[in-house]
């Protein structure tokens, strides 16, 4: 059962603006990219469904962080049906992400009081996902939709609208100067921040480092620092 309600997850999102995504298949691997992106300051970070028996090591790690450091938001992305949320709903996952929006997976995280973001490519499907009952839409794939300008479209007529772009988000100050700038409550960043040569050369330190830089950057354009 999640540990975190749906307003604690959506509210943590909004004030760090950054949620770390990734994906590796060791354990212990896992374990240590998050130790890592938690100590730059990251709470909320995102494990994707993207490996072979991904929901054991997803087990393992929630179980681990649930002893080692409960303030951490754990949650699943890439999850498409309502089949894989039940089933990291089960192990603890706080919160459900998707490429895109399934309503019968919106029905299962409400059901279950899950924060759900799902992957939104139109306005019409931004709209429709709110309608579902989501708080922060996934744009994605971001860099493909049109960027920054999208989101600004997708704004213009509807300002209520919170936007967390992912795919297209990178881990510089001119990049999420512009995301910001047009209009994001949040990133999601994947390999800009959780780099697979810092994984090789089990380098934690140094994400640790950009993480924490990438939230500076984000406390400064947004005025905070």
């Known amino acids: 059962m999640a540990r975190f309600s749906r307003v604690q997850v959506w509210s943590t999102m909004e004030s760090l603006g950054?949620?770390?995504l990734f994906y590796h298949g060791d354990?212990?691997?896992s374990i240590r990219v998050i130790e890592a992106l938690a100590a730059g300051g990251a709470k909320v970070i995102e494990f994707t469904n993207r490996g072979d028996?991904?929901?054991?090591?997803?087990?393992?790690?929630i179980a681990h962080f649930d002893e080692a450091d409960p303030s951490l938001i754990l949650g699943a992305g890439s999850v498409l049906d309502v089949a894989t949320a039940g089933l990291y709903i089960n192990l603890g996952a706080n919160f459900i992400v998707g490429s895109v929006t399934n309503p019968d997976v919106a029905k299962l995280c409400n059901r279950r009081q899950i924060a759900y973001c799902p992957g939104c490519g139109t306005a019409t499907e931004v709209s429709y996902a709110q309608e579902l009952g989501v708080e922060i839409c996934k744009v994605f794939p971001g860099s493909e939709l049109g960027g920054p300008s999208f989101v600004k479209a997708i704004l213009a007529p509807c300002p209520w609208s919170?936007?967390?772009p992912t795919g297209?988000?990178?881990?510089t100050k001119e990049n999420l100067q512009g995301w910001f700038d047009a209009g994001v409550v949040c990133v999601g960043m994947g390999s800009g921040v959780v780099r697979s040569d810092l994984i090789k050369a089990q380098d934690w330190q140094a994400i640790t480092d950009l993480t924490a830089q990438c939230l500076a950057w984000i406390r400064e354009i947004r005025g905070e620092a």
């Open 27 to 29: 354990i212990e691997t």
């Open 162 to 164: 919170k936007i967390m």
């Open 18 to 20: 950054l949620v770390p």
């Open 53 to 61: 028996r991904a929901f054991e090591v997803f087990r393992d790690v």
């Open 168 to 171: 297209g988000v990178s881990a």
